[in-house]
């Protein structure tokens, strides 16, 4: 390939860097550059999730990142799940870092609009708000009292096979219950209230989707895409909501495709 491409990894809620692992390795082994971000209170980072007080406190590390680079270099902002709300909040920060910005069955809403409440369930951004079907799934942490809001959410391990690798490889899911962590609910409150941007708005996007997804329902992900179209759009018929884990060389062959139509 004579155009290489750097692609920067945004992980969801629970993960960290480590998940894209395969992503990143395929991409190495091809040529291009590939950085995988712990957010603040994930993967390596050893911030306690508890603590992490806004949407702007966990996406730091990726603010860092981003504000280091080079005034000539820009780079391709790949999230997946609620971590689409970050790299979102990143663009509008640093638009004129991205090149690109690609959804993997992830949080894509416009800055400055109201997200509908159907999207608003399903991404867990209802500003710490506990409904009984959130309850049955997950774990929350009060650390700031019982009469508060929660602190960090977890999904509980009976659910994290069919909710999140339901076709991904057995020991990739092995591998994942050693390292998931809880997830700052404080952050993606701040997932609703990020203002809009028309730079980030001209910033190419692409869309992900994931055809047997059991944490993000088809209908959701097409109704994101609705509501903001992206430039471009692929579907993964046989991925579930982890497709770094169960569609790998897939989606390497779509994060690549989606590159070529732009310049390093």
């Given at each position: 390939?004579?155009?290489?491409?750097?692609?920067?990894?945004?992980?969801?809620?629970?993960?960290?860097?480590?998940?894209?692992?395969?992503?990143?390795?395929?991409?190495?082994?091809?040529?291009?550059?590939?950085?995988?971000?712990?957010?603040?209170?994930?993967?390596?980072?050893?911030?306690?999730?508890n603590t992490v007080s806004s949407l702007d406190d966990y996406n730091q590390p990726l603010y860092d990142f981003l504000s280091q680079l080079p005034l000539d270099q820009k780079v391709i902002l790949v999230s997946h799940?609620?971590?689409?709300?970050?790299?979102?909040?990143?663009?509008?920060?640093?638009?004129?870092?991205?090149?690109?910005?690609?959804?993997?069955?992830?949080?894509?809403?416009?800055?400055?609009?109201?997200?509908?409440?159907?999207?608003?369930?399903?991404?867990?951004?209802?500003?710490?708000?506990?409904?009984?079907?959130?309850?049955?799934?997950?774990?929350?942490?009060?650390?700031?009292?019982?009469?508060?809001?929660?602190?960090?959410?977890?999904?509980?391990?009976?659910?994290?096979?069919?909710?999140?690798?339901?076709?991904?490889?057995?020991?990739?899911?092995?591998?994942?219950?050693?390292?998931?962590?809880?997830?700052?609910?404080?952050?993606?409150?701040?997932?609703?209230?990020?203002?809009?941007?028309?730079?980030?708005?001209?910033?190419?996007?692409?869309?992900?989707?994931?055809?047997?997804?059991?944490?993000?329902?088809?209908?959701?992900?097409?109704?994101?895409?609705?509501?903001?179209?992206?430039?471009?759009?692929?579907?993964?018929?046989?991925?579930?909501?982890?497709?770094?884990?169960?569609?790998?060389?897939?989606?390497?062959?779509?994060?690549?495709?989606?590159?070529?139509?732009?310049?390093?």
């Amino acid at each position: 390939m004579s155009e290489h491409h750097h692609f920067v990894f945004v992980h969801g809620a629970g993960h960290g860097g480590w998940c894209w692992y395969k992503l990143a390795n395929s991409l190495r082994e091809n040529g291009h550059k590939a950085t995988c971000i712990d957010l603040k209170g994930s993967g390596i980072n050893l911030t306690d999730p508890n603590t992490v007080s806004s949407l702007d406190d966990y996406n730091q590390p990726l603010y860092d990142f981003l504000s280091q680079l080079p005034l000539d270099q820009k780079v391709i902002l790949v999230s997946h799940s609620v971590g689409g709300g970050s790299m979102t909040a990143a663009m509008c920060q640093y638009p004129s870092k991205v090149s690109m910005a690609v959804y993997v069955a992830a949080a894509m809403v416009k800055p400055g609009t109201i997200i509908p409440p159907i999207l608003k369930e399903v991404l867990k951004i209802c500003s710490g708000m506990i409904e009984t079907e959130a309850e049955k799934i997950w774990d929350f942490t009060f650390g700031n009292g019982p009469g508060n809001l929660p602190t960090s959410m977890m999904m509980k391990p009976e659910y994290v096979r069919d909710k999140y690798y339901n076709e991904s490889p057995m020991e990739d899911y092995t591998l994942a219950t050693t390292l998931l962590r809880p997830a700052p609910v404080m952050a993606f409150a701040g997932i609703v209230d990020i203002p809009a941007a028309p730079e980030a708005d001209k910033i190419p996007r692409v869309y992900v989707k994931t055809g047997k997804d059991n944490m993000f329902q088809s209908s959701r992900q097409d109704l994101m895409v609705t509501l903001w179209p992206p430039a471009q759009y692929f579907l993964l018929e046989e991925s579930d909501h982890s497709a770094f884990f169960s569609q790998p060389e897939a989606l390497y062959k779509i994060l690549t495709e989606a590159a070529s139509s732009i310049s390093p």
